[in-house]
Protein backbone atom coordinates (compact mmCIF):
# COMPACT_ATOMS: atom_id res chain seq x y z
CA UNK A 1 0.00 0.00 0.00
CA UNK A 2 2.82 2.39 0.50
CA UNK A 3 3.48 2.78 -3.27
CA UNK A 4 0.02 3.72 -3.53
CA UNK A 5 0.07 7.20 -1.77
CA UNK A 6 3.64 8.45 -3.51
CA UNK A 7 1.57 7.31 -6.79
CA UNK A 8 -1.79 9.48 -6.70
CA UNK A 9 0.43 12.61 -5.08
CA UNK A 10 3.51 14.03 -5.84
CA UNK A 11 5.28 13.88 -1.64
CA UNK A 12 7.08 16.92 -2.25
CA UNK A 13 3.42 18.81 -3.02
CA UNK A 14 3.46 18.25 1.13
CA UNK A 15 5.78 20.76 1.45
CA UNK A 16 3.50 23.54 0.75
CA UNK A 17 3.09 25.78 3.97
CA UNK A 18 -0.97 25.08 3.42
CA UNK A 19 -0.01 21.55 4.76
CA UNK A 20 1.66 22.92 7.61
CA UNK A 21 -1.39 22.50 10.15
CA UNK A 22 -1.40 18.63 9.24
CA UNK A 23 2.15 17.59 8.75
CA UNK A 24 2.98 16.18 12.11
CA UNK A 25 0.72 12.90 10.98
CA UNK A 26 1.06 13.59 6.65
CA UNK A 27 4.92 13.22 7.97
CA UNK A 28 4.29 9.81 9.68
CA UNK A 29 2.27 8.08 6.95
CA UNK A 30 3.68 5.44 4.57
CA UNK A 31 0.64 5.14 2.18
CA UNK A 32 -3.22 5.34 2.70
CA UNK A 33 -4.13 5.02 6.22
CA UNK A 34 -6.43 2.50 7.67
CA UNK A 35 -9.53 3.15 10.13
CA UNK A 36 -6.95 1.98 12.76
CA UNK A 37 -4.33 3.63 12.21
CA UNK A 38 -6.06 7.15 11.96
CA UNK A 39 -7.58 6.11 15.25
CA UNK A 40 -4.09 5.43 16.79
CA UNK A 41 -3.24 8.77 15.92
CA UNK A 42 -6.42 10.12 17.46
CA UNK A 43 -6.30 8.35 20.95
CA UNK A 44 -2.34 9.50 21.02
CA UNK A 45 -3.62 12.89 20.84
CA UNK A 46 -6.68 12.24 23.26
CA UNK A 47 -8.66 13.63 20.44
CA UNK A 48 -12.57 13.81 22.19
CA UNK A 49 -15.89 14.96 21.47
CA UNK A 50 -17.33 18.20 22.88
CA UNK A 51 -18.91 15.79 25.24
CA UNK A 52 -15.63 13.55 26.23
CA UNK A 53 -16.00 10.47 23.99
CA UNK A 54 -12.68 9.39 22.49
CA UNK A 55 -12.91 10.44 18.79
CA UNK A 56 -12.64 7.36 16.66
CA UNK A 57 -12.69 6.51 12.36
CA UNK A 58 -14.80 4.62 11.31
CA UNK A 59 -16.25 2.65 8.13
CA UNK A 60 -19.25 5.29 6.77
CA UNK A 61 -22.88 4.05 6.58
CA UNK A 62 -24.53 4.08 3.55
CA UNK A 63 -26.36 6.99 4.07
CA UNK A 64 -26.65 8.71 7.15
CA UNK A 65 -28.80 12.10 7.67
CA UNK A 66 -27.92 12.75 10.91
CA UNK A 67 -24.18 12.63 10.59
CA UNK A 68 -23.15 15.04 13.04
CA UNK A 69 -25.28 13.94 15.91
CA UNK A 70 -24.26 10.47 15.39
CA UNK A 71 -20.43 11.12 15.60
CA UNK A 72 -21.43 13.34 18.68
CA UNK A 73 -22.78 10.61 20.29
CA UNK A 74 -20.17 8.12 19.95
CA UNK A 75 -17.00 9.58 19.07
CA UNK A 76 -17.11 7.73 15.34
CA UNK A 77 -16.41 9.70 12.34
CA UNK A 78 -17.44 8.16 8.94
CA UNK A 79 -14.28 8.26 6.96
CA UNK A 80 -13.77 6.57 3.19
CA UNK A 81 -10.36 4.80 3.17
CA UNK A 82 -8.01 6.00 0.00
CA UNK A 83 -10.10 9.39 -0.05
CA UNK A 84 -8.35 12.42 0.16
CA UNK A 85 -11.21 14.87 1.37
CA UNK A 86 -11.70 12.22 4.54
CA UNK A 87 -8.42 12.04 5.10
CA UNK A 88 -7.85 15.35 5.36
CA UNK A 89 -10.85 15.37 7.76
CA UNK A 90 -9.10 13.15 10.32
CA UNK A 91 -5.91 14.84 9.76
CA UNK A 92 -8.74 17.83 10.66
CA UNK A 93 -9.55 16.47 13.88
CA UNK A 94 -6.23 15.76 14.78
CA UNK A 95 -4.73 19.21 14.05
CA UNK A 96 -7.49 21.66 15.27
CA UNK A 97 -9.20 19.01 18.12
CA UNK A 98 -11.01 21.41 19.84
CA UNK A 99 -12.75 23.05 17.24
CA UNK A 100 -13.78 20.60 15.15
CA UNK A 101 -15.37 18.97 18.51
CA UNK A 102 -16.96 22.64 19.45
CA UNK A 103 -18.25 22.37 15.29
CA UNK A 104 -19.51 19.07 15.52
CA UNK A 105 -21.59 19.85 19.09
CA UNK A 106 -23.22 23.02 17.80
CA UNK A 107 -24.29 20.92 14.78
CA UNK A 108 -25.41 18.31 16.48
CA UNK A 109 -27.41 20.59 19.03
CA UNK A 110 -29.23 22.90 15.97
CA UNK A 111 -30.14 19.85 13.89
CA UNK A 112 -33.20 19.08 15.98
CA UNK A 113 -34.16 22.76 16.30
CA UNK A 114 -34.26 23.44 12.09
CA UNK A 115 -37.25 21.08 11.26
CA UNK A 116 -34.98 19.87 7.70
CA UNK A 117 -33.56 23.15 6.73
CA UNK A 118 -30.44 23.87 7.40
CA UNK A 119 -30.19 27.40 9.27
CA UNK A 120 -27.33 29.98 8.89
CA UNK A 121 -25.73 28.59 12.13
CA UNK A 122 -25.04 25.31 10.92
CA UNK A 123 -24.17 27.39 7.23
CA UNK A 124 -21.31 28.98 8.92
CA UNK A 125 -20.01 25.94 11.11
CA UNK A 126 -19.98 24.15 7.26
CA UNK A 127 -18.23 26.39 5.56
CA UNK A 128 -15.39 26.85 8.32
CA UNK A 129 -15.21 23.51 8.58
CA UNK A 130 -14.83 23.00 4.96
CA UNK A 131 -13.28 26.30 3.70
CA UNK A 132 -12.08 27.56 6.78
CA UNK A 133 -8.84 29.40 8.06
CA UNK A 134 -7.73 31.67 10.82
CA UNK A 135 -5.74 34.47 10.08
CA UNK A 136 -3.13 34.72 12.57
CA UNK A 137 -2.48 39.10 12.29
CA UNK A 138 -0.50 41.39 14.35
CA UNK A 139 -0.92 44.58 12.43
CA UNK A 140 -4.34 46.12 11.95
CA UNK A 141 -3.91 47.97 8.50
CA UNK A 142 -3.30 44.20 7.27
CA UNK A 143 -6.73 43.58 8.15
CA UNK A 144 -8.53 46.16 7.19
CA UNK A 145 -7.14 45.30 3.62
CA UNK A 146 -8.54 41.79 3.21
CA UNK A 147 -11.74 43.36 4.61
CA UNK A 148 -11.47 45.71 1.62
CA UNK A 149 -10.28 43.30 -0.95
CA UNK A 150 -7.44 45.62 -1.27
CA UNK A 151 -5.44 42.60 -2.26
CA UNK A 152 -2.70 44.10 -4.57
CA UNK A 153 -2.39 46.49 -1.26
CA UNK A 154 -1.60 43.32 0.88
CA UNK A 155 0.18 41.05 -0.94
CA UNK A 156 2.18 42.83 -3.18
CA UNK A 157 2.23 46.82 -1.72
CA UNK A 158 2.80 45.52 2.32
CA UNK A 159 4.41 42.09 1.23
CA UNK A 160 7.24 42.25 3.77
CA UNK A 161 4.63 43.62 6.22
CA UNK A 162 2.47 40.14 5.44
CA UNK A 163 5.81 37.58 5.93
CA UNK A 164 6.37 39.53 9.52
CA UNK A 165 2.88 40.06 10.81
CA UNK A 166 0.43 37.85 8.93
CA UNK A 167 -0.16 34.10 8.84
CA UNK A 168 -3.03 31.83 7.38
CA UNK A 169 -3.31 28.36 9.12
CA UNK A 170 -5.74 25.98 7.43
CA UNK A 171 -8.44 24.55 8.92
CA UNK A 172 -10.86 23.64 6.38
CA UNK A 173 -10.02 20.24 4.90
CA UNK A 174 -12.17 20.81 1.78
CA UNK A 175 -9.10 23.42 1.07
CA UNK A 176 -6.33 20.90 1.42
CA UNK A 177 -7.96 18.63 -0.26
CA UNK A 178 -7.78 21.47 -3.33
CA UNK A 179 -4.60 22.40 -2.65
CA UNK A 180 -3.32 18.99 -3.84
CA UNK A 181 -3.15 20.68 -7.41
CA UNK A 182 -2.61 24.51 -6.31
CA UNK A 183 -4.61 27.04 -8.56
CA UNK A 184 -4.99 31.29 -7.98
CA UNK A 185 -8.99 30.77 -7.59
CA UNK A 186 -8.31 28.64 -3.62
CA UNK A 187 -10.07 30.66 -1.40
CA UNK A 188 -10.67 30.31 2.07
CA UNK A 189 -13.40 32.07 4.77
CA UNK A 190 -11.28 33.22 7.95
CA UNK A 191 -11.67 34.43 11.14
CA UNK A 192 -9.37 37.12 12.84
CA UNK A 193 -7.64 36.09 15.92
CA UNK A 194 -4.09 38.23 17.23
CA UNK A 195 -0.82 36.92 15.94
CA UNK A 196 0.27 34.76 18.80
CA UNK A 197 -2.73 33.19 19.60
CA UNK A 198 -3.13 29.35 19.49
CA UNK A 199 -5.35 28.80 16.58
CA UNK A 200 -7.25 25.97 17.71
CA UNK A 201 -8.03 27.13 21.42
CA UNK A 202 -8.85 30.95 19.37
CA UNK A 203 -10.89 29.06 17.04
CA UNK A 204 -13.23 28.20 19.76
CA UNK A 205 -13.65 31.03 21.60
CA UNK A 206 -14.61 32.97 18.14
CA UNK A 207 -17.15 30.23 17.96
CA UNK A 208 -18.63 30.54 21.57
CA UNK A 209 -18.57 34.84 21.03
CA UNK A 210 -20.50 34.52 17.64
CA UNK A 211 -22.56 31.51 18.05
CA UNK A 212 -25.57 33.41 18.90
CA UNK A 213 -25.51 35.42 15.73
CA UNK A 214 -23.96 33.14 13.93
CA UNK A 215 -24.13 33.48 9.98
CA UNK A 216 -21.57 32.95 6.62
CA UNK A 217 -21.47 37.05 6.82
CA UNK A 218 -18.84 37.15 9.67
CA UNK A 219 -16.54 35.07 7.76
CA UNK A 220 -14.31 36.78 5.77
CA UNK A 221 -13.26 35.94 2.07
CA UNK A 222 -9.26 35.45 1.03
CA UNK A 223 -7.71 34.20 -1.62
CA UNK A 224 -5.22 32.49 0.09
CA UNK A 225 -2.57 31.53 -2.85
CA UNK A 226 -1.93 35.36 -3.38
CA UNK A 227 0.27 34.81 -0.25
CA UNK A 228 3.67 35.65 -1.23
CA UNK A 229 5.45 32.90 -2.54
CA UNK A 230 2.74 30.39 -2.44
CA UNK A 231 2.46 30.51 -5.72
CA UNK A 232 4.89 31.45 -8.36
CA UNK A 233 2.96 33.59 -9.59
CA UNK A 234 3.04 36.12 -6.61
CA UNK A 235 6.36 36.92 -7.86
CA UNK A 236 4.46 39.39 -10.42
CA UNK A 237 2.70 42.75 -9.37
CA UNK A 238 0.49 41.69 -12.39
CA UNK A 239 -0.30 38.94 -10.94
CA UNK A 240 -2.87 40.93 -8.24
CA UNK A 241 -4.75 42.73 -11.26
CA UNK A 242 -6.37 39.40 -12.46
CA UNK A 243 -10.21 40.04 -10.86
CA UNK A 244 -10.84 36.21 -11.47
CA UNK A 245 -8.79 35.57 -8.85
CA UNK A 246 -8.21 38.92 -7.06
CA UNK A 247 -11.90 40.42 -7.10
CA UNK A 248 -12.41 44.43 -5.86
CA UNK A 249 -14.88 45.07 -3.10
CA UNK A 250 -18.74 45.52 -4.75
CA UNK A 251 -22.28 46.50 -3.11
CA UNK A 252 -23.45 43.35 -2.80
CA UNK A 253 -20.04 42.33 -0.43
CA UNK A 254 -21.47 44.82 2.06
CA UNK A 255 -25.34 44.15 1.93
CA UNK A 256 -27.02 43.19 5.13
CA UNK A 257 -29.00 39.82 6.18
Not at 97 to 102: C, G, T, W
Not at 147 to 170: C, Q
Request: glycine share 8%; proline share 8%.
Amino acid sequence: MASRLIESFDRNAFSHPIYDTVRPWLARLTGWPDHRELSEFAAEAGVQTAGGVPVRFVAPRASDPYYEIRVHETGGVPTRLENWHDLFNALAWLAFPRSKAVINALHAAEIPRESGTRGRLRDLLTILDEGGAVVLCADPELEAMIRGFRWADLFWGARERVLRGLRFVVLGHAVLEQARRPWPGIACKVIFLPHDSDPDAGAVDWLRENTAAGTPKLLAPVPVFGYPGWLPETANREFYADERYFRPLRRVDLGSE
